[in-house]
């Protein structure tokens, strides 16, 4: 079974240009989550889709946005890149939300502003 | 969601058993307790989750005392590749999922 898979791998954007990321969730997975881990840093609570519709939000500006598609796929959005953007973006999937056999995550994209 | 609360860094050697505790004083009732490891540049890997008493599998135990207000996770014979963060997560999946800080664990040889 193919787990969470996020693409690309990596992305180097400069300033003030626009950053678009896209995870694939485990078949069967309705929910996706957003983290953005600044190096060295903890996990920051992005955003968390379920059934096509954004459940919940982090403290983030609303240059960061989402979505999810009817096959449950992801993609999340940052406009208007600034230098401290820069970071791990990982995303994981559940069933239903419920997280009670745990979240599953993808191995991330590295975003670099220059 | 709970807050939980975990040691920020533990040193242990190889063949040693590890065990970290985490704090969740407003566990709710129906919230579960779960484990991630995660190493640099990778995202966090399940390694277990309970609701009470005692669970084990192949990698890791966690025992969770009655009132369920911490509960330990415990490594049996640690070795380098043990090296990395592990995080504790209270809650039920129905709300934005909060990382801690974690507890980095450094193994030595």
């Known amino acids: 079974e193919a787990g969470v898979t996020q693409s690309p791998t990596h992305l180097i954007k400069t300033r003030g240009q626009q950053a678009t990321l896209r995870c694939s969730p485990i078949s069967g997975h309705t929910s996706v989550y957003w983290y953005q881990q600044a190096l060295g840093l903890g996990l920051q609570f992005l955003l968390w889709y379920d059934e096509g519709e954004e459940r919940n939000r982090g403290n983030f500006p609303p240059r960061f946005s989402g979505r999810q598609f009817p096959n449950y796929s992801s993609e999340l959005n940052v406009n208007a890149l600034e230098l401290e953007d820069s970071a791990l973006y990982l995303c994981?999937?559940?069933?239903?939300?419920?997280?009670?056999?745990?979240?599953?995550f993808g191995s991330g994209t590295r975003l670099t502003v220059v | 969601l709970a807050k939980t609360t975990q040691p920020i860094s533990m040193d242990s050697y190889e063949g040693q058993e590890v065990n970290i505790t985490c704090s969740h004083n407003n566990i709710a009732t129906n919230d579960y307790i779960t484990w991630y490891q995660q190493f640099p540049s990778q995202g966090p890997r399940f390694i277990i989750q309970g609701y009470k008493t005692k669970v084990t599998n192949e990698v890791a135990s966690l025992f969770i005392p009655a009132d369920r207000k911490s509960s330990t996770l415990s490594l049996p014979r640690v070795s380098l590749s043990d090296t990395a963060v592990y995080y504790c997560?209270?809650?039920?999946?129905?709300?934005?999922?909060?990382f801690g800080k974690g507890t980095r664990l450094h193994i030595l040889p």
């Open positions: 997560l209270v809650g039920k999946g129905d709300d934005k999922i909060i």
């Open positions: 994981a999937s559940s069933l239903e939300g419920t997280g009670e056999y745990g979240y599953t």
